[in-house]
Every structure is written in C-alpha cells, then in structure tokens.
C-alpha cells in the first residue's frame, strides 16, 4: 500500500477558495473555464481532479450544489479521472455548506482537514493594487481573523456519515498535530487502510515549506501508520510548489498541482492553466524515472470504490 513502486499519483487542485480573480487572470472561475481546465489537467496526467466552485458572476467561493453541477458531470463524461470533492469549501463557510454537494454526489473521494487551524493568505493584500472584483479585498484581508474549523466531532461526523457511501478521503494535514488527530481516528476504528495523506506545507498557519520539515511529516507517518498502510502527497503552496513536491517523490511520495495551491510556474512567471503545472511535474517525474500512475492506477492504490458507484 505504500509508494513501494516508482508510480506517482498527480492530483491536480484546479481553483480552491483562497486565491482571488486578481491574483491570476488564468484562475478558472466560471463552471464552463473549470470544465475545460479540469478536462486539460486530466489530460496531461492528472489522475486525481480536487474540485471547488465559484459564482459564476464574480468567481468567488460557492457552496452551491447547482454550481458544482454546472461541470462535474461534464467532467465525469469526458474524463477517467477521479474526481476529489472538497468538503473545506472556504473558511466563509459553514460545515453544512462545505458537505452539500458532496452529500449529494458521494464521490469516490473527497477531501477531509484534519484539525482546526488559523488559515490566511492575508499578507498578500498588501501587494495588490488593483482589484478585480469588489469583494477580494475584504475577503483576503479578512483571513486575518477567521479560524478554519475542523473540530473532533465535525471530524468524526463526516467519516461516519461518508462511511455509508463509500468515499474515501484527501486527509489534508497542514501540521505534524494533524497526523495525530488523523492517528486518533485511525485508533478508534474511523479510518482504514489503505488511507491517503495530502501533506500541506507553506499556508500561513501550518507547518513551513522547509525540507527538514517534510522529512518530519514523513517519518512520523511512518511511526504512526507504518508505511504500507498509507499513500503520502505532497503539496507545497506558492513558491515552494514544484521544488517542494519533487523533493517528496524522490522520497516516495505522490505529489499535488494546481491553480489552488499556486498561480505561478516558475519564478515571475504565472501558470497560463492547471494544465501547465501538471505537464511541468510530470516532466520533471518522468526525467527521474518515476512513472505516472494512471487513474485506474490510482484507484488501486488508495482502495477507491469506482466510477459506476457514484452519483455525479
């Protein structure tokens, strides 16, 4: 169960919450711009698809299950890839709204924040002079005091609930403290093997995007899971992105991409699409030999139920 082989799982994350229409003209906002650079991703290598949607009208963060509606299934139609429902939604949000469409559709996978945590991109505002819409400015300065809230119970709520339809869970884990509470649901029989662990570092209130610092996630996963029980991603925000990831596959990790973790492709240079970020991973991989897991691959490797048992 562990990353034993030399396949490495690419999940690509293709819009998120937290980053706003002015911080990238390319984040896809409208469901139609998420369809087609979700549909891209998938095909150049993106075996697993972490979904979020906007209001149409003004790109900002949506729980509305007739939004998520407006692509998923069109993405289902057109794509083998595993499609990955986020049930973090935004800090704006309450846990009923971050469950809806999730609840609806019971995908093979969704996501799952293991703890509460303070979250915020707010530092960026200040170099922002130019907004594009009305409501970023206030949204990403306003980080500043929100809490993003993961409680035990809410925790424990969504594994028992999720447990009934089959979908298997993104365990996003933005501190070493998050592996423990995700090893106290593992104790008490909430989680089971094969398990997948999306290792977050470099969010203003989470562990730093320093190597020292995935070594630590890594070998405390080891201690607390053994490593044939779980399958460990690698995502690095911002700048960090694509060093940070390549550094985890080398240590026999899979990795994560994506306009929601960062707009750029390199130095001063901003990803033109999701796209872009998926091809430049799988690049770098295939020059080191890694090969890239396909989504049947994928869905091997992390338990998944399949496809034709969801209901998108």
Same mark, same amino acid.
């Given at each position: ?31 139609? +711009? ?10 150049? *290598? ?8 906007? +209001? ?9 299950? +007739? ?77 500043? +005091? ?30 070493? *403290? ?26 203003? *209130? ?61 130095? *001063? ?44």
């Amino acid at each position: 169960m562990g990353n034993s082989s030399s396949k490495v799982i690419i999940t690509c994350a293709v819009t998120g919450s937290a980053h706003v229409p002015s911080m990238s003209e390319y984040l896809p906002l409208t469901p139609d +711009d998420i369809r087609t650079q979700a549909l891209e991703a998938a095909g150049a *290598g993106a075996a697993i698809l972490h979904l979020h949607a906007r +209001d149409p009208k003004d790109g900002r963060p949506t729980p509305s299950p +007739d939004v998520f509606r407006q692509f998923v299934p069109a993405i289902a139609a057109q794509t083998d890839a595993v499609i990955n429902i986020s049930t973090g939604g935004s800090t704006r949000m309450t846990l009923d709204e971050r469950l809806a469409y999730a609840r609806i559709a019971k995908p093979e996978m969704c996501s799952l924040n293991m703890g509460s945590m303070n979250f915020s991109l707010h530092p960026v505002a200040a170099r922002i002079s130019s907004w594009r819409f009305d409501w970023e400015k206030e949204y990403v300065e306003g980080m500043e +005091d929100m809490i993003f809230r993961n409680t035990f119970r809410d925790i424990k709520n969504i594994l028992t609930e999720f447990e009934d339809y089959g979908t298997r869970f993104e365990f996003e884990c933005y501190d070493v *403290g998050h592996l423990y509470n995700l090893a106290y649901f593992v104790d008490i029989g909430l989680i089971k093997p094969p398990f997948f662990i999306q290792s977050v570092f470099g969010i203003l *209130g989470g562990i730093g995007a320093d190597p020292e610092n995935l070594s630590l996630m890594r070998s405390t996963a080891d201690r607390l899971f053994g490593r044939e029980n779980y399958q460990l991603s690698i995502l690095g925000a911002g700048r960090h992105q694509m060093s940070l990831v390549t550094m985890g596959a080398i240590m026999g990790g899979n990795v994560r991409v994506g306009l929601e973790d960062s707009v750029y492709l390199s130095r *001063g240079v901003k990803a033109r699409s999701n796209a872009d970020q998926v091809r430049k991973i799988s690049r770098i991989l295939q020059e080191l030999s890694f090969d890239i897991a396909t989504p049947a691959d994928a869905r091997a490797m992390l338990g998944l139920k399949g496809r034709e048992n969801v209901s998108l």
